[in-house]
């Protein structure tokens, strides 16, 4: 993880079963930068044997989700500060958008959307103007990425969503190891002021965002222990995340060599 900019992984199938389900991420070609993090891809590439499963990772993020193979309404979703799994059956093509933390001023109530999955209603998908799933069938990636890019474009102009300078650099102060207190102090705030200001632009609590990059930067480098002050702290808070062992966790989603080659 690079620690001029937050770039959260999802790495959420599982090594050596994707050979049928294909997963891509691109970034924008013509936004504004800091708003969106990247436009996804998810799709099984012939009809499975069996279900798929997908482990979706703690971000922070807020992902806009087209469900294509069905056609239903668009959803928005983000994980809490644990892993989720879903279910996504034999067969499914889905195309999102993933929104940076804190960019949305209007249009989403951020303690409804953590840990849920919510039909895509009001401002945000009129100003999008894409009630209709259908507008992003029959084409190929890259058209659904430039229709998602004139579509996010829009609600830039609307100014419902935008940068924020203010939660990039709590991301970048978190990064670098700083307590809470300590991104407090170089934020100008006090830890109370603080706690309100990240809990009323991103949904989660200094404490729970903290715990999110920490997790992130596991992903990233592979390198567990060099996050963690001690062993029982390690243990504990990577077992709050993901429900498992670093070791049982890394055997199913951390390819090593590709992290460190």
Request: net charge positive.
């Amino acid at each position: 993880m690079r620690f001029d900019n937050y770039s959260p992984l999802q790495k959420g199938a599982e090594i050596g079963v994707v050979k049928d389900v294909y997963y891509s991420e691109e970034q924008p070609r013509a936004l504004p930068t800091g708003i969106v993090h990247c436009f996804w891809t998810l799709k099984t590439v012939r009809r499975l044997k069996k279900d798929f499963t997908y482990t979706v990772m703690p971000d922070a993020c807020i992902d806009f989700v087209f469900d294509i193979a069905r056609m239903t309404a668009p959803i928005v979703m983000t994980p809490t500060v644990a892993i989720e799994t879903l279910n996504l059956g034999t067969k499914f093509h889905y195309v999102g958008v993933r929104f940076n933390p804190g960019v949305f001023k209007n249009g989403v109530n951020l303690k409804d959307v953590i840990g849920n999955q919510k039909e895509l209603d009001g401002p945000l998908l009129e100003g999008m103007g894409m009630a209709d799933t259908a507008l992003l069938a029959s084409q190929s990636e890259q058209d659904h990425y430039v229709q998602l890019e004139k579509a996010i474009g829009a609600l830039i102009d609307s100014r419902l969503v935008e940068r924020n300078n203010f939660i990039e650099n709590v991301l970048r102060s978190m990064q670098h190891g700083l307590t809470i207190n300590e991104v407090a102090d170089k934020a100008g705030y006090s830890s109370r002021q603080l706690r309100r200001k990240v809990y009323s632009e991103t949904g989660y609590s200094p404490l729970q965002l903290r715990r999110i990059v920490r997790f992130q930067s596991v992903l990233s480098s592979g390198e567990y222990e060099l996050r963690f002050a001690d062993q029982s702290h390690l243990i504990k808070e990577f077992k709050a995340v993901t429900g498992v062992s670093y070791a049982s966790f890394a055997r199913k989603f951390i390819d090593v060599r590709k992290v460190q080659s």
